[in-house]
């Protein structure tokens, strides 16, 4: 009965407006002194406690190296290599726009940071070249979405530090389908630039090659530290946001000379604004999750899937298609801290290993980015390419059915998830 009260009171201060940390905490508080199972102290302590993580820290860290990155146009030499390397290729730059945003993946791990940093560069880019506003805006908002797959990505971390799965092996084991997400978005630009005789690029000559490698060495080094650092166990997670913040400030200060010491001081100041933001949100969802932990909620919830069937892979099912309806209704972020505690006890009750079942659900929580009506990258490069929302939405859909396709593959196949895990960890 708590239970179902709580979910109605945190849905009944959403629907009118209520931010959702605010909706989490307030609703939460309410229930445990209404029903004097905590003092207003122990949920002071709780929020707090919510934060006092070392594995939490790599979230702003990671947040500051992507902003840096961001202001530092790194993306455009990125940008660049990878057009030596698939430019040539029919849908060419469509290829270039997602291998750029892969490789951006390793560095950043945000998909925002992604459309609104070389977002627009890319839309111009193959506009110019012939490319179709509509087309360009569903490669550029659907390549995003690899961000949160690819190491290092907060989503991981964030999953990681609510349910307990270890952090190291659920980045690691987004890599293989990182790559699968790329090579179907690859096939579908393939496909619709072949229909509609998109035109071809020249294919670079070595020397091109190796100058764009040149210049973006430095860039491109960053995921192979980040990722071998991991494996060797030289740092862990969290130290590895360090290291990549520090790294991303060195290479743009001193390397690329892109930002001076002024940019930096500011891109620090809105990443603290926003990094504050999103921890305050942690917060709140430790003091919901007392309340859900105290009413036993995360079992019941788990009991009830259990009853709706015996086999193991319809309720992978059914668990796919909740997570991907709500995806389409809130922040991804959002829902891991509410059902964060839910699906880490479903993942076991399932019998499922836990790294692949939670890349699973944050592959499948990635799609919420670009599905309407929430869908924040898909409007946002949407008011970037200055094109309708129905025109956006019918573009996209290709990506969208492939991007499901690759999600119920990983579902299905749970060792692509786990390959890289299990043999190197």
Avoid at 349 to 359: E, H, K, M, N
Wanted: charged share 10%; with cysteine; glycine share 8%.
């Amino acid at each position: 009965m708590i239970g179902a009260i709580i979910w109605i009171c945190l849905i009944g201060f959403m629907f009118i407006g209520v931010p959702i940390a605010f909706s989490m905490g307030i609703s939460a508080t309410i229930m445990l002194l209404v029903n004097h199972t905590a003092t207003s102290v122990v949920i002071a302590q709780k929020a707090v406690n919510a934060l006092d993580s070392f594995t939490i820290m790599a979230i702003p860290f990671f947040m500051m190296a992507s902003s840096i990155l961001s202001g530092a146009d790194v993306g455009k030499k990125i940008f660049r290599f990878a057009g030596t390397l698939v430019q040539h290729l029919p849908g060419g730059l469509a290829h270039v726009n997602i291998l750029t945003s892969m490789i951006m993946a390793g560095m950043s791990g945000s998909s925002v940071s992604d459309v609104s940093g070389i977002g627009k560069m890319e839309m111009d880019a193959m506009t110019e070249a012939g490319y179709d506003k509509g087309f360009s805006a569903a490669v550029t908002a659907a390549s995003s979405t690899v961000a949160p797959i690819i190491p290092p990505s907060t989503s991981m971390i964030l999953y990681g530090s609510i349910t307990g799965v270890s952090i190291g092996k659920l980045l690691i084991g987004g890599l293989l389908p990182g790559l699968l997400m790329g090579l179907a978005m690859g096939v579908i630009a393939y496909v619709i630039s072949v229909r509609r005789h998109y035109p071809l690029q020249e294919r670079a000559t070595g020397k091109a090659i190796r100058a764009s490698f040149k210049d973006s060495f430095a860039a491109l080094m960053m995921p192979v530290i980040l990722i071998a650092g991991i494996l060797s166990g030289v740092f862990t997670a969290t130290e590895a946001a360090c290291v990549a913040t520090v790294y991303s400030i060195l290479i743009s200060l001193f390397w690329y000379r892109t930002i001076n010491f002024k940019q930096l001081f500011k891109i620090l100041e809105n990443t603290s604004t926003f990094a504050s933001s999103t921890l305050f949100v942690l917060a709140m969802a430790g003091v919901f999750g007392l309340v859900l932990t105290h009413n036993q909620v995360p079992t019941k919830i788990c009991n009830f899937f259990l009853s709706l069937s015996n086999n193991k892979y319809v309720l992978l099912f059914l668990v796919n298609v909740m997570l991907l309806i709500l995806g389409c209704l809130m922040e991804g972020n959002s829902i891991y801290m509410i059902l964060g505690p839910v699906l880490g006890v479903l993942a076991v009750q399932l019998g499922c290993d836990p790294v692949a079942f939670g890349v699973m659900v944050v592959f499948n929580l990635t799609l919420g980015l670009i599905t309407p009506p929430v869908g924040l990258c898909l409007f946002l490069t949407q008011k970037v390419a200055g094109i309708t929302s129905q025109e956006m939405i019918k573009s996209i859909v290709p990506f969208v059915i492939a991007l499901i396709i690759s999600l119920l593959v990983i579902t299905y196949i749970p060792q692509i998830c786990s390959l890289l895990p299990n043999l190197l960890m």
